[in-house]
């Protein structure tokens, strides 16, 4: 398959995230959208490598990996935090910056 | 040849329609669900493109452990949030949502088809990918190599990075009273 097809696909996954995030409002599955994103690009990285000959993209994934969890790890905590003062995890409703 | 389209067209039905379902379904956990599906999909054409060792870190740590973690704060928070898309929604959200993601595919599409030129360069100091794999006798050990000798930097700050977000999710997890 050309190289295009790849970035193609993870054009849409990107875009479905976007979407995502734009349309819904619990922060939950705003998270997941967001992982979507960011496993779009790791997509096109992955792609980019074998195309390019080159293992400099796999290196770039691994990285993306590690900054997705560290990510996902503050986010969860907090979400939870959130849920813990206000229990309740509507992003429209967080509209109070003090705790 | 053929098998190779076969296979990368199912793939990426698959792919896009469980993404879809990460977005569309109501209950969060059956959007965790979908998301483990796009994940290991993924990790399918990562096979494809021979990325074993990205393929099989992927399985475990995106699938397995991120998404653990995910369901486990779901299933702790989410279960009687179900109603939550229903309520109070603002009118055109979906349809302004929708047509801003049109817009961004066709851009991207658009950018794909014209402007995209590729051109290599290396910055691991390695030799090529597939010189690399049978000097090293595999996939791991060109990644290991390329890891190490010119990705040093990069992933000695991503230990300073994992010890701040141990630290944040410590400081969010804490109970004040």
Redesign the interface.
Known sequence: MPLTAYLIVSAVIFTIGVIGVLIRRNPLIIFMSIELMLNAVNLSFVALSHFLDSVDGQMFVFLVLTVAAAEVVVGLALIVSIFRTRHNIDVDEMNVLRG | MTF??VS?VVL?VA??AT??G??AFKN?IH??LS?IL??LF?AL??LQ???M??AV??IL??AG??MV??LF??T???SD?DE??LR??IPW??M???L???I??AA??YL??TG?Q?T?T???H?E???Q?ITTYQGDTQ??GM??FH??LF??EV?SL??V???L??LV??RRTN
């Open positions: 190779e389209i990368f990426a792919t896009v993404a879809i990460v977005i969060a959007s965790a998301l796009t994940l993924l054409f990562y493109l021979q990325a060792f990205i870190v992927q740590i995106y452990a991120i973690l995910f704060v779901v702790m928070l989410a949030q939550l898309a109070n929604q959200q979906r302004v949502g929708g801003l993601g049109l961004l595919v991207l599409s794909l088809f995209a590729v290599g290396t910055a691991s390695a090529s990918l597939k690399a060109a990644f390329a890891l010119g990705f990069p992933f991503t990075l994992i701040v977000a141990i944040g999710a969010f997890g």
